[in-house]
C-alpha cells in the first residue's frame, strides 16, 4: 500500500472515531393509547363451529363502525396486548382486562360479543350479539342479538330470497349496527321500575346436541335483560370473581358464589338454567324449522331462595299462517321470543316486591 493510500485511511478512521454515537433509547412498554379512541373491540367468541365466520364478519363490522365516525383499536390489534399480559378473552372480559385496556388504549368503551350462528346450506343463516361496556362506570350500556336468514326478505311471490352469504352478512351487521348504535351514556340508561333490578346471569349449561347453545342462549338473555331496563353484570365479571374463589360456575350457583355476587359485583338476583334443544333449521324452510327449549330460573343472592322457573319450548312454524306466513326461520329470535316471556314473568315478579315487599329476599 502507498504511504498516500495509508495516510488517507488513517485520517478515515480517525474521522469515523470522532463521530458521537446517538443516545441510546430505552425500550418502551407496548402502548395503543390515542386520545381519539372511541371504541375498543375486543375479541368475539366464535361460537358458529365454522373457522370462516371471523374472517368473513370482523373485517365487515369494523367497517361499518368506521363509516359511522367511530375510531377503533381493532380486535387484531388488540390480540398481541391480552396475550402479552395472559388476559383470556372469549367474548367476555373481565375488570382486570378492562382496565388494562382502557389504560392502553385511551378508550371509555368496549365492544365486546359473539359469532352464535353461521349455516351456510340449505337456507343461509347468521347470528351475531354485541353489546357495549362502559369503562368509566365499569356496566354495560347496550346489548343487542340480532340475526338473519336468506329466506327473511322472500315476498309472497317467492322473489326476494337471499342466497349469497356476503350479501346476508352485510345485511345482517348493517341491522346490528343501526340498532347498537349511538352508544347511550349511562345516565342515559333508563331503569323500566325501581327495586331489585341488578341482575347477574351464570352461563347457561348445555344438554342439546348444538355445541356452545348455553353461551349462545345466555348471550340472547344479556340482551333481552339489558333492553328490559335490568342493571347487567358482565359475565366476564362473573366469572373472574369464580376463578379468583377456584369455582366455575355453570347452569347454577352454589350458596357461598352467590354470596360473593352480592358483596362483590351488587347483584340481588342471579339468573341460572340450562338449554336443552337448540336446532337450528336444517335444509330447506319449506320443511325445516328452528326448535328451542330451555330452562331458566331466578333466585336471590341475599338467601338464596328461587322465587322464578320457567320451562321454554318454540318451534319456528308455531304461528304458521297460510302461505307459511308467520313462519319463523332463524333460530335467534325463536330463542329471544322464549327469553321475552322469562323476562315478562320475572319484571312481574319484581315488580310485586315493590308493592308487597321482598318476602325476605
Not at 350479501?167 to 321500575?193: F, K
Not at 342471579?270 to 337450528?280: A, H, L, S
Not at 320475572?346 to 310485586?352: G, T, Y
Request: hydrophobic share 45%; with cysteine; net charge negative.
Amino acid at each position: 500500500m502507498s504511504i498516500v493510500s495509508r495516510q488517507f485511511l488513517i485520517f478515515v478512521v480517525v474521522c469515523a472515531a470522532l463521530v458521537p454515537a446517538p443516545p441510546a433509547t430505552a425500550q418502551s412498554p407496548v402502548n395503543i393509547a390515542n386520545p381519539k379512541v372511541d371504541l375498543a373491540v375486543v375479541p368475539f367468541a366464535n361460537n358458529t363451529g365454522q373457522s370462516a365466520a371471523h374472517a368473513l364478519l370482523m373485517p365487515r363490522l369494523e367497517f361499518l363502525l368506521e363509516q359511522q365516525g367511530l375510531n377503533l383499536v381493532g380486535s387484531d390489534v388488540l390480540r398481541p396486548l391480552l396475550r402479552e399480559n395472559r388476559v383470556r378473552s372469549r367474548g367476555w372480559i373481565g375488570k382486570h382486562g378492562a382496565n388494562l385496556i382502557g389504560a392502553n388504549t385511551g378508550t371509555r368503551y368496549l365492544l365486546l360479543g359473539s359469532w352464535d350462528v353461521l349455516r351456510t346450506e340449505g337456507n343461509p343463516e347468521i347470528g351475531v350479539s354485541l353489546r357495549v361496556l362502559d369503562l368509566q362506570n365499569m356496566v354495560l350500556v347496550q346489548a343487542i342479538s340480532v340475526a338473519g336468514t336468506g329466506e327473511d326478505s322472500v315476498s309472497w311471490l317467492d322473489l326476494g330470497r337471499v342466497t349469497d352469504l356476503e350479501s346476508l352478512a352485510d345485511a345482517v351487521l348493517e341491522r346490528a349496527v343501526s340498532q347498537l348504535l349511538p352508544i347511550p351514556d349511562y345516565s342515559e340508561v333508563t331503569l323500566s321500575w325501581r327495586g331489585c333490578n341488578h341482575v347477574a346471569v351464570v352461563p347457561l349449561d348445555n344438554f342439546s346436541a348444538t355445541e356452545n347453545a348455553g353461551d349462545i342462549t345466555t348471550n340472547i338473555l344479556l340482551s333481552g335483560l339489558l333492553s328490559a331496563g335490568y342493571f347487567v353484570v358482565e359475565p366476564g365479571f362473573v366469572r373472574e370473581l369464580g376463578l379468583a374463589r377456584e369455582v366455575l360456575n355453570r347452569g347454577g350457583v352454589d350458596r357461598g358464589s352467590a354470596q360473593a355476587i352480592l358483596d362483590s359485583l351488587g347483584a340481588c338476583q342471579v339468573i341460572t338454567g340450562d338449554v336443552q334443544r337448540f336446532d337450528p333449521g336444517r335444509g330447506q324452510p319449506t320443511v325445516s324449522v328452528p326448535h328451542f327449549a330451555a330452562g331458566l330460573r331466578a333466585s336471590s343472592t341475599r338467601n338464596g331462595a328461587l322465587y322464578l322457573m320457567r320451562e321454554l319450548e318454540s318451534s319456528g312454524n308455531d304461528n304458521d299462517g297460510i302461505f307459511q306466513l308467520g313462519r319463523v326461520h332463524a333460530i335467534t329470535p325463536l330463542i329471544a321470543d322464549n327469553v321475552d316471556r322469562f323476562i315478562a314473568d320475572l319484571l312481574e315478579a319484581n315488580r310485586k316486591d315493590i308493592i308487597h315487599g321482598p318476602k325476605n329476599r
